[in-house]
């Protein structure tokens, strides 16, 4: 493992992935979400972007007009900015990895290769570089040039079909999981790698795509029609296998989700104060679902006679789960979250008034530290770790190989007059 330390934090020793560095040259989503994972579990991410900024900085949100998008997924980081398709550019990006024991990028297929930055090009240097390829279709099959993004990902691999009310137009899901899925498989490709190099047998490519992580997550689907031969259809919030298990109205119009299990079933029905163990229809797990329909009627007759937390408590103290329905603010304001540091309200931190953290708790995992970087903020730092010198760096600068801060070009400004 390489021994590069990054700016503050404890000491690498005590971090999952201390001492680890890690070179981003990734944009969009699901490459900067597998390596902020990295960099939450304690490695030093080293962002690599474009000398004018990745394209994500220019989408801004809200009246502020702020890269929120971007800061969120990029914190924790440092930045290089630097331009890749000059032939010094390209040779800055070899030296950095040579320094690191990741490689992270999500360009199209190939793409990398023509700059002679692939895996096959860096590994005779780099043996033991662990090198993560993410795309929309993997890096081979019939569509492995054919772009692809999360809602292409979802659709290919059959979620649209199964999302959303029967009935209605397909849905996707309201959150990137193909993104973020793949970002995740990515960062668990690279954790079981760095294993292998650990054990001095040499690194390895990467190859995860957003259509395999939608197909993989099929598995109740995949179940249902090779089970009964039909092609499984949308059930709202409803479950492919159990039943009752999907959202309800209540009397004072919010929303809560049960998902009650044949360990459960009594005590659900305690709590609803109905009695259907002489009902033919919904004796068993398989019996409930089939019935689903009629069942999900009576419960919604029930759940319609009192308010949803005068139920969520009843069927809590009874051990159903259950849960309420939150919209986006509920959930940033939730007391549980709250507790778990899920979304640090620390302005002078951040940069924001909320960001988002990393699910993963631990004594070795730091989480969010930081806020985003700047454009090519390390960039003169970065530089000098690989040895080079004022008067190239200015050359470098000056023809836009790589950019950097205003405050550190005029450090180099005033080193160079110096000398």
């Keep these: 493992m390489s021994h590069a330390s990054g700016p503050g934090g404890s000491s690498a020793g005590a971090r ?17 979400y597998c390596t902020t994972i990295l960099s939450d579990l304690g490695a030093e991410v080293i962002k690599v ?12 949100v809200g009246p502020e007009q702020r890269p929120l998008p971007f800061d969120l997924i990029h914190r924790n980081k440092r930045s290089i900015a630097v331009d890749i398709k000059t032939d010094r550019g390209r040779d800055l990006v070899r030296a950095l990895a040579m320094r690191s024991d990741v490689l992270v990028e999500n360009f199209r297929v190939g793409a990398l290769a023509r700059q002679g930055l692939s895996y096959d090009d860096l590994k005779g240097d780099c043996p033991d570089l662990v090198y993560c390829s993410i795309s929309g279709f993997g890096q081979f099959g019939p569509m492995r040039d054919a772009k692809g993004i999360d809602l292409v990902a979802q659709a290919y691999g059959g979620l649209l079909s199964v999302t959303g009310s029967p009935g209605e137009a397909p849905a996707k899901a309201g959150y990137p999981i193909g993104d973020l899925g793949t970002g995740m498989w990515g960062a668990i490709g690279v954790l079981a790698a760095l294993l292998r190099v650990r054990a001095g047998l040499g690194g390895s490519h990467i190859d995860v795509s957003l259509a395999d992580t939608i197909a993989g997550w099929s598995l109740w689907e995949v179940a249902d029609f090779v089970g009964t031969g039909e092609a499984p259809a949308p059930l709202g919030t409803a479950h492919r296998l159990v039943a009752p298990y999907e959202a309800f109205t209540c009397g004072d119009g919010a929303m809560l989700v049960i998902g009650v299990t044949e360990r459960s079933w009594k005590a659900f029905c305690a709590v609803l104060g109905i009695d259907l163990s002489g009902d033919a229809r919904y004796d068993g797990e398989y019996a409930r679902f089939v019935n689903r329909e009629q069942l999900a009627e009576l419960l919604q ?14 069927l809590r103290e009874a051990g159903v789960p259950c849960g309420p329905v939150n919209d986006i ?13 899920m979304f640090p309200s620390d302005v002078e931190r951040f940069g924001h008034r909320r960001i988002v953290n990393t699910p993963l708790i631990a004594d070795g995992a730091p989480r969010a530290q930081r806020r985003a970087p700047g454009i090519g903020q390390d960039t003169i730092a970065l530089l000098r770790e690989l040895g080079i010198g004022v008067q190239e760096i200015k050359a470098l600068l000056r023809d836009q190989v790589v950019g950097g801060a205003a405050e550190a070009l005029s450090t180099v400004d005033s080193e160079a007059g110096a000398g």
Aim: charged share 30%.
């Design 49 to 60: 972007e474009p000398v004018e900024g990745d394209s994500l900085r220019r989408r801004l």
């Design 301 to 314: 007759a029930r759940f319609s006679t009192a308010p949803r937390d005068f139920w969520i408590d009843r």
């Design 329 to 341: 603010p509920q959930m940033l304001n939730d007391p549980q979250y709250a507790a778990r540091d």
């Design 16 to 32: 999952f992935l201390g001492g680890v560095r890690v070179l981003d040259i990734t944009g969009a989503l699901a490459g900067p």
